[in-house]
């Protein structure tokens, strides 16, 4: 059996977008990990795929509006959780590049 948590996820989500809790509260912040933990886990499938089974999924115009709301969201945090970005990621040093 798949696993199927990001569906109750999911449905949290569903429960706020039209009035989403303020980010930076306590219940922001569970609505954005909700919303994360959603966008990396839940199956992308196509609208076809949809309507022909009960294959559950996210078809692509609600994967793109959860990803537009994760970007409003995290607009004023382009690191995330590391506001001065997350330092050297690639093992070498490019300061005399």
């Known amino acids: 059996m798949p696993d199927t948590g990001w569906e109750n996820a999911l449905e949290a989500i569903i429960a706020f ?3 989403p809790p303020a980010p930076g ?3 922001g912040r569970r609505f ?12 992308v499938v196509s609208e076809e795929a949809l309507a022909e089974s ?3 999924g996210l078809d692509s115009s609600l994967r793109q509006r959860l990803d537009e709301l994760a ?3 995290a607009g004023d945090k382009p ?3 590391h506001p001065d970005g997350i ?3 690639l093992g070498m040093d490019l300061s005399r590049s």
């Open 17 to 19: 977008l039209p009035d």
């Open 25 to 27: 509260t306590a219940e």
């Open 32 to 43: 954005d990990a909700t919303l994360q933990r959603v966008l990396a886990s839940a199956p």
């Open 54 to 56: 009960s294959s559950l």
């Open 71 to 73: 970007r409003r969201r």
């Open 79 to 81: 690191f995330g959780e």
């Open 87 to 89: 330092g050297t990621t």
